[in-house]
């Protein structure tokens, strides 16, 4: 039986106190089944506005989508961690990933590495979180994202929930700048994904993030910009790209549920510009 759907919202935008709540308020209120914080400079701090979402609101969990494991020490990380989780009352889901925006660690001053060394460092901080939670009773719901070999094998291993971006890095770029997986190229991720998780006694929830989601009738006006910077794909293809979701709310319905047939998505997330748009598919979506 495939998972029950859940909806997650990515919130990217700082805001003053009262209008950060009245917007984890409105995602509540929409249906939202997580309020996310991403982990770059720029945007909120992930824990403190964590924190300020539990305050705010009374159903969803609350996620970081991702920590940058780079920026963070595992005993210090694991100290934030399990406080978070005790001021929201037990609502944490930690996501993890390796970081891919070398601007910002040299912003920071912190080195950023090479894949393998950004890759063994989130290893040493999985297994450090898994050691001191462990022992402090306080382990929470572990997301980890990532495309390469290595990233699904230590997901399968450890997470219970698997994070596609449907993007990947575009080489040599500091900036992080993504190029989008197409979804025969995301088929081939997620079916090595699904051979490495083979032995898993729980099968894991899937989630892959959601870029661009637009409500309307003309479906191809609605990716005009996108095809414009990804010439290699066709308009066709870039219709077909699973971080897309576009058309009518019954087309795009349609479209998620056909995502959870073909790759296992039961958890989807969205960018914080699309909360409102997304809503309604929410609403479709309830109970399914």
Partial sequence: MP????????????????EWREKCRRAEQLGYDVILVPD???????????VAAAEATERPRL??????????NPT??????????????????????????QAEHDTAGLPFGSPRE??????????????????????????????????LRITAEHADIAAFSGVRLVPDSTTGKLDPLTAEELDERVAAY????????????????????????????AVRALHSRVPRLTLEQVLALP?????TVEQITAQVRAQ????????????????EAFGEVIEALRGE
């Fill in 76 to 101: 210090l990380l694991a100290r934030e961690v399990a406080t978070t989780d005790a001021l929201t009352g037990g609502r944490l889901e930690l996501g993890l990933g390796t970081g891919y925006i």
């Fill in 40 to 50: 770059h400079l720029g945007m909120p701090a992930p824990f403190p506005a964590l």
């Fill in 118 to 151: 950004r890759v063994d460092h989130l290893v040493r901080t999985v297994e450090e979180l898994e050691r001191l939670l462990d022992s402090a009773g306080s382990r929470v719901p572990l997301l980890i994202g990532g495309n390469g070999d290595r990233m």
């Fill in 194 to 221: 699904q051979r490495l998780a083979v032995d898993r006694k729980e099968p894991a929830e899937l989630n892959v993030l959601i870029q661009i989601v637009a409500v309307t009738d003309d479906r191809e006006a």
């Fill in 63 to 72: 996620g970081t989508f991702v920590l940058n494991a780079g920026f963070w």
């Fill in 260 to 275: 959870r047939e073909r790759y296992g998505f039961s958890y989807m997330t969205v960018l914080e510009p699309y909360m």
């Fill in 243 to 247: 971080i897309v979701l576009v058309g």
């Fill in 3 to 18: 998972h029950p759907f859940r909806f997650g919202v990515s919130l990217m935008t700082p805001t003053p106190v009262d």
